[in-house]
Antibody
């Protein structure tokens, strides 16, 4: 059974870089069927898609975050990562890693448990 | 403000039926498939419906999805207290080039 697990610091200082890793187990990140993505949920708000990456490196980003976000994939370790630069309090959220089905990111069929990242000095 | 519009909350009694609407536009729901997700705070969201009306294995047929024009609807019959959760719709938006979600609907089973 596929499992996704987020890891990374739970507290980041304003203006610094948020870094998260999603480790995939029970399936290969090199599958041709899926994109691997990041979605966040600020406290009391809805879901916001950040970006998604294919095993070969093709990437989609949310235009509102594209200037600050970078996602990458490591097929040898079966994981993918997110870096979000110049964070502010508005970036405080639960961050989920996820598996999208289809090259048009039609839907997410597997989600990580989520990790809370707080931005505060 | 979310691109897709959902009612903030709905409620119904156990055993009853409830519907949750998701309104969008020609660049998202009008053109692309819609998915629905069940979410309990502190847990991983769960896929309920994909491609407008298909259920993943393990999702009971009490859950159904439909789409008409630029709107989609999630239906839940035989409500159980365990169905209390937040429900989100999602799809791709061709104009924004993003995955978009509704703001979420909190279901209360009275």
């Amino acid at each position: 059974q596929l499992q996704l697990q987020e890891s990374g610091p739970g507290l980041v200082k304003p203006s610094e870089t948020l870094s998260l890793i999603c480790t995939v187990s029970g399936g290969s990140i090199s599958s041709t069927t899926y994109y691997w993505g990041w979605i966040r949920q600020p406290p009391g708000k809805g879901l916001e898609w950040i970006g998604s990456i294919y095993y070969s490196g093709s990437i989609y980003y949310n235009p509102s975050l594209k200037s600050r976000a970078t996602t990458s994939v490591d097929t040898s370790k079966n994981l993918f990562s997110l870096k979000l630069r110049s964070v502010t309090a508005a970036d405080t959220a639960v961050y989920y890693c996820a598996r999208h089905v289809g090259v048009t990111l039609q839907y997410v069929d597997n989600w990580g448990q989520g990790t809370l990242v707080s931005v505060s000095s | 403000q979310s691109v897709l519009t959902q009612p903030p909350s709905v409620s119904a009694a156990p055993g009853q039926k409830v519907t949750i609407s998701c309104s969008g536009s020609s660049s998202n729901i009008g053109t692309n498939y819609v998915a629905w997700y069940h979410h309990l705070p502190g847990t991983a969201p769960k896929l309920l419906i994909y491609d407008n009306n298909k259920r993943p294995s393990g999702i009971p047929d009490r859950f159904s999805g439909s789409k008409s024009g630029t709107s989609a609807t999630l239906g839940i019959t035989g409500l159980q207290t365990g169905d209390e959760a937040d429900y989100y719709c999602g799809t791709w938006d061709n104009s924004l080039n993003t995955v978009v979600f509704g703001g979420g609907t909190k279901l209360t089973v009275l």
